[in-house]
């Protein structure tokens, strides 16, 4: 018998800024280090006092010494996490959920598409596949936010710009002053990349209504249904299938999924 | 365990309920403060009620009680200490009705797969359940219709039948050994004609059900294959005013929420009920909710409780026929009302 719901305390070892209303927090096991996961995953994180939430791991399982969320200020226990810093705690449950399958994805060409606060767990899986590059094919990044405020990992994106191994292109839909980049919703940047639809993995991750033009745009563009796989967004309480509130028909998106391709999403009912 | 059948003699009764006052709490239906039944610890064999009306509120508080306490969280300064909290101290519930066996045994069942949830399993593993069947259905039941009484053949540790000036007393477990053998001057094997006696009692109760008739099956077919019209759900929500009080004492509903609540400076973390009718149910932070609409909830419920598809993992269909959300239910969303909906695809107008 297990203790389901017991967390491990985790310390924050880190904090940075993503935009006004988004931080990324570095956490580190405090009493083991042995925590192992797949891109895709997901923690449950307690803020003590507070309860707990479902947060993505951003950072990728080839590090796994610290565990990295980014995080939206949207209620009550985000808010009191956002008060957090170095060397407070909390507690972490999990990894639950399936997550992407990176063996699967070996040899293959991989397009991620992004979308605001939904490059997180995708972030996760193109650095597994940067830190082991020769194993994948061509590997092409397509990320959009509302704004140039609303992008995350602002430093990272430079950095992937710059790689002659990766493709890379951002949008946003509104520009900024400053802004001399592309302007437009995420799938404006099919027109600026080659793809190549039979030996190419979609990840598609964002807002629900992004989600739907881009999912679009791939099966026009002759992507099967096979190749197109998102993360599915439900409220999640236990991780583990038995609370009930991230149900679709009889599949729960924590145990499940949340990671589904397009033909395992068809076949939901509800 | 081969099932081993005694007969104890109404007044031995009190002496057997003395015995396992001595080790274990005991609880029953018993009067309540307003004269309504209610399931309650007893500190008297007297207590105990024989005839009575099944509580509205089901037995499944004793194994996953609407507020849980599942973790502490201690803290001291920056530093905190998480511990899981257990609660495996020994109950017995007795004089329970077939159904809320029934729906103990079906939490159970939720609360083994795994991950198994050891909070839950320690507790339900160390409940004994006594139970009473029904020679008399009463007057909102359709137990039969799902397979969880009058009478069973399983799932009780002791299953008492009224034989008139007796009671038979049907082992089922170990534990149900454990709570004879603690009083086996007052048992006897039973005979021949006390166990036959039994089996006519359970024909007269079935027949009693009368007309009953049961359309789960027709019911599944429908809903597991999306042959139910989106117009139904809606005219089905018409009637609902989103209390929650159909999963509440529901015997089979087991659906939670998490919160920490402070105490002395520390918190606990409990395991609270919480329902699907309920709008935030399935709200996310981002202000998505895929079951805004109340005729998606009420489709959910019924989802669960009886498609083909959670037929098929959980083995029953999510209801013991215990007739309590038809009590509840101020409106007329109810188990037998929605099954008949589904399967003439109208809903009364």
Known sequence: MNDVFLPHVARIVEVWDDTPDTKTFTL???????????????????????????????????????????????????????????????????????????????????????????????????????????????????????????????????????????????????????????????????????????????????????????????????????AVISTLERMMQCGIGKCNHCAIGHRYVCRDGPVFNYKQIRELVE | MQPIVYTIEKPDIAKWLERLLETAEVIAPVAGYSGEVVFSAISSPAQVLWDFENPLHPAKQFVLPQTDPIV?????????????????????????????????????????????????????????????????????????????????????????????????????SEKGEAAVSNAANLFRTATEGEVSLRKRLETAARNRFGQ????????????????????????????????????????TCYCFSVRDRARDGNWIRYRIWDSCQYTAFTLEASGHNPHEQRKDRIKRRFFHKVSAQYYMRDGTVGCVGCGRCIKVCLGTADMPAVVAAIRKGKWHE
Request: aromatic share 10%; charged share 25%; with cysteine.
């Open chain 1, 28 to 226: 580190s096991l405090r009493d083991s280090k042995d925590f192992r996961f797949l891109p895709g995953q997901f923690l449950e994180v307690s803020v003590f006092g507070y309860g707990e939430a479902p947060f993505c791991i951003a950072s990728s399982p080839t590090r796994p010494d610290t565990l990295q969320a980014t995080v939206r200020r949207t209620g009550q226990l985000t808010d009191a996490l956002h008060e957090l810093g170095n060397g407070d705690e909390v507690g972490i449950r999990g990894p639950f959920g399936n997550g992407f399958d990176v063996e699967g994805a070996r040899g293959k060409d991989l397009l991620f598409v992004g979308g605001g606060i939904g490059l997180p767990p995708l972030r996760s899986f193109i650095w597994n596949v940067l830190y082991e590059r020769d194993h994948f094919g061509k590997v092409t990044i397509l990320y959009g936010a509302r704004t140039p405020t609303d992008l995350v990992y602002k430093d990272e994106l430079k950095a992937w710009a710059k790689r002659s191994d990766v493709e890379f292109h951002v949008t946003v839909d509104r520009a900024e002053p400053g802004w001399t980049g592309n302007v437009g919703m995420v799938p404006v940047l099919f027109e600026k990349t080659a793809l190549r639809p039979d030996s190419t993995l979609a990840y598609v991750c964002g807002p629900p209504i992004m989600i739907k033009f881009v999912v679009q745009d791939l099966f026009v563009r002759g992507f099967k249904d096979e």
């Open chain 2, 72 to 172: 502490a969280i201690k803290r001291n300064g920056q530093r905190h200490e998480v511990e899981p909290i257990y609660d495996d101290s020994r109950r017995v519930l007795f004089n329970v009705r077939s159904c809320d066996v029934k729906g103990i045994a079906f939490l159970t069942r939720m609360q083994e797969m795994e991950p198994a949830d050891g909070s839950y399993l320690r507790r339900a593993y160390s409940l004994t359940v006594i139970s009473l069947t029904c020679n008399t259905p009463c007057p909102l039941g359709f137990c039969v219709c799902t397979d969880s009484g009058p009478f069973l053949n399983g799932d009780y540790d002791i299953q008492l039948t009224d034989l008139g000036g007796k009671y038979l007393a049907e082992v089922g």
């Open chain 2, 212 to 251: 009953e008739t049961c359309h789960f099956a027709s019911a599944m077919r429908r809903i597991s294959t999306g042959r139910v019209q989106d117009a139904l759900w809606e005219k089905i929500s018409d009637w609902c005013l989103e209390c929650g009080g159909c999963s509440l004492i529901c015997p």
